[in-house]
């Protein structure tokens, strides 16, 4: 939980940084997600995580947003239904694509509800989703293939 929580600490130095130009990616979410599916997961593990990621959502909306708790309960949601996906893929089918296709869509899904939620949708507004769905490849590359090297030596 130290590397979501240092992640969510960079996602906000990184907006802080960036905040007239563009939305940083979720990379809090990201890493919370990778986290949560690289290792063996009991329910009691889970319990922990969906509390964690529901807290940093609402922490980031208490900072960044005007309506708290909408990004607590996008995390959740999305972290639930990777949990769901990742719990019924049989462990052989449990690999670096599946993760890169489930978390790239949790972002976009968190993405798009953020967009949605906007006051006024625009041109503006489209191309900075874009912008930050874009910036998310390169962070969710990173940590597939960190998936990809550490499955292939822990069988998880």
Known sequence: MILSAL???IQDF???LVTSLILTP???LLISLYKLVSEPMPQRRAAKW???VFCGGVLWDLRWASVPGVSGLLNVAALAAVCWVWGRTPAGG???VLF???AGGAH???GVIHYLA???PGQAAMRTFAVQQLLMIPVLALLSAIYAFKASKTHV
């Open 14 to 16: 990184l907006q802080v």
């Open 118 to 120: 906007w006051a006024s």
């Open 94 to 96: 449990r690999g670096a």
């Open 108 to 110: 976009l899904f968190s």
């Open 50 to 52: 969906i509390w964690f």
């Open 7 to 9: 992640a969510w600490l």
């Open 26 to 28: 979720e990379i809090f």
């Open 100 to 102: 890169a296709a489930i």
